[in-house]
């Protein structure tokens, strides 16, 4: 399954990018929150009347409508929110962001409420709003026949401002997943041998998969290439610091084919004259591309984690010296690891098959 582009099983290794980046944008958010004191709402119910009485029905209908148009146009109305600012002692523009005024959907039912720092000025500002709409003194003649319900008695906490930590943690890790996404992208990485495949136009081997017979029929396959003559196969790491890796395939591969007696003897199958030389990886540092030059075949040799950047910076390397490599084989760590414990140095190790044989490959 791929996210983006990119494989799920490669995004593993940095998941911890997800993590710090949503711990990172919840600390910043609760850094930055607004500091507001709890809020509560208190309300008043009033009623647009219809006119109804015992011998008429009213106009129910048009009541109805009114009270939609009212609850849109009482925070609007200045004479009504000046004589709350006066009632309560709250600056006019504090005032129009506390009145709220909802209509019961299908009723002339409007529920005028308010908002406070404390109950008790909740309270006093849903008393002064009822007042100024429906009182003996209304503040303005827009809204004929309102009626008064029911006056508040007490208020309920309408909440402060809310932690912002649960809402930075989403934002933070879908961040993470992004820069995690991008970094994978951009740090591309040969971590198994299907990736090195995808990467390369020539066949992959994977050391960790490899047998006597395995190696045999890879030994005969570069023969092959070679034109069954006597040839010189370079066996080059693609970066630098390698070459312990590289000397350990040639001794590997020179130890399986000793080990079988129709590939290393007379017959059909019979590698001899087919010589395995190891180099250091293509560069200045290390020069591989001038052994590369010189031999028959080029076989890489990539350690698993490899950067994609210098896997093609060594493939470059070798075709400015006309080299193009027949064959790869994928190190993972654990042939990495054998290979640093058996051998140190950089020394050039070259192995005619058939005429040594090296150490096995415990």
């Known amino acids: 399954m791929h996210v983006a582009g990119v494989r799920i099983d490669r ?3 940095r998941w911890w990018v997800v993590g710090a980046a949503a711990l990172a944008a919840a600390a910043v958010a609760v850094v930055v929150q607004p500091q507001q004191s709890p809020r509560y709402v208190s309300e008043s119910l009033l009623l647009v009347r219809s006119g109804a009485s015992p011998n008429t029905p009213g106009a129910a209908t048009e009541a109805n409508r009114l009270a939609v148009t009212y609850s849109q146009l009482i925070p609007q109305d200045t004479q009504v929110i000046d004589r709350v600012s006066r009632a309560t002692g709250v600056p006019t523009r504090d005032v129009e962001e506390a009145v709220r005024v909802v209509n019961d959907p299908n009723t002339s039912i409007l529920r005028v ?3 406070a720092t404390s109950s008790n000025a ?3 500002g849903a008393r002064a709003v009822a007042d100024a709409l429906a009182g003996p003194t209304p503040a303005s003649p827009n809204f004929n026949g309102v009626g008064l319900s029911r006056l508040p008695d007490r208020a ?9 930590a649960p809402g930075g943690l989403l934002v933070g890790a879908l961040l993470g997943a992004g820069l995690l996404v991008a970094a994978e992208r951009f740090d591309r990485r040969a971590d198994r041998a299907d990736d090195l495949a995808s990467m390369l136009r020539c ?3 994977s050391l960790g998969e490899l047998t006597a017979g395995s190696a045999v029929a890879i030994l005969q396959r570069w023969r092959a290439l070679a034109h069954d003559v006597p040839a010189q196969v ?3 790491p693609v970066v630098a610091g390698k070459q312990a890796v590289s000397a350990d395939v040639v001794e590997v591969l020179a130890n399986a084919a000793s080990q079988d007696p129709v590939a290393s003897g007379p017959g059909e199958r019979s590698l001899a004259g087919l010589a395995l030389v190891s180099t250091g990886a293509p560069g200045p540092a290390e020069g591989g591309e001038s052994h590369a030059q010189h031999a028959d075949l080029t076989v890489l040799v990539v350690p698993q984690g490899t950067l994609v950047a210098d896997l093609r910076r060594s493939l470059d390397v070798l075709a400015d010296f006309g080299v193009q490599p027949v064959w790869a084989l994928f190190a993972e760590a654990s042939a990495m690891r054998h290979a640093e414990r058996r051998s140190g140095d950089a020394t050039v190790v070259a192995i005619e098959i058939g005429s040594a044989v090296a150490p096995s490959w415990s």
């Open 156 to 164: 309920s906490k309408a909440g402060g401002a809310g932690s912002a």
């Open 234 to 236: 370079a066996i080059v």
């Open 203 to 205: 066949p992959v081997s």
């Open 11 to 13: 995004l593993r290794r």
């Open 122 to 124: 909740a309270i006093d």
């Open 113 to 115: 409420r308010y908002v």
